[in-house]
């Protein structure tokens, strides 16, 4: 698949959307406008990758509107060499996102076929990220702390191990909720046993589950 004046032009189509829609970080925007977003996606639905849209991409997992990326990215307020943990690696084009911007991107995801392809498409796109295969719950406690978490999935609370792997200071952004829609949660570590949460609007993801890698 070749990235062609028309995907660029789309591409900027949608970046000038997102910017509409709220979103003011320009190098969240930049880094948008700087990745394929159709590479990430089946051939037959690369005319879709840049509507404000979900798609599946196996093992019923999706990539996320591209506003819910560029929410949960905003609000990490991500700076040059950051350390940042990503849950659910997905199709990897969060992660490539965070790489863009120059962070240094630990992402572990459940489903081995998409780690896989997760971990293809970052090298495809010359990024460098240690990507694992395991549970999201756990984290990566052996290269913790980290300055950032980030969950793209929704989880039915915020794991105690995660908040653990986050440095005092740092940030946590994770959708939380059971149902058919998530609280996206902005999580600030305050101490070695105390956080400070903020709630920041309804949001739809894919359950994050315990225990479960496939």
Known sequence: ??????????????????????????????AFEAIPRHFFLDNAF???????????????????HPYTVAFQTELLDIQKG??????GSGSGFQTCMLCEMGAKVYSIERHKELHLKAQRMVRKLNYIARMSFGDGYKGLPTFAPFDKIIITCGAPNIPQDLLD?????????IP????????????????????SV????????VPMLENKVK
């Open 165 to 173: 792997q986050l440095k005092i200071g740092g940030i946590m952004v």
């Open 198 to 205: 903020q709630d920041l609007g309804v949001f739809s993801f």
């Open 82 to 87: 950051d350390k940042i943990l990503e849950i």
């Open 176 to 195: 939380v909720g059971e149902g058919a829609e998530q609280q996206m949660k902005l999580v600030t570590k305050t101490s070695n046993e105390d956080y």
């Open 46 to 64: 690369a005319e879709q990758a840049y509507t404000n849209m979900p798609f599946q991409i196996g093992s019923g997992q999706t990539i996320s």
């Open 1 to 30: 698949m070749q990235d062609s004046f028309k995907y660029k032009g789309m591409r900027r189509q949608l970046v000038r959307e997102l910017n509409e829609k709220g979103i003011k970080d320009k190098r969240v925007l930049d």
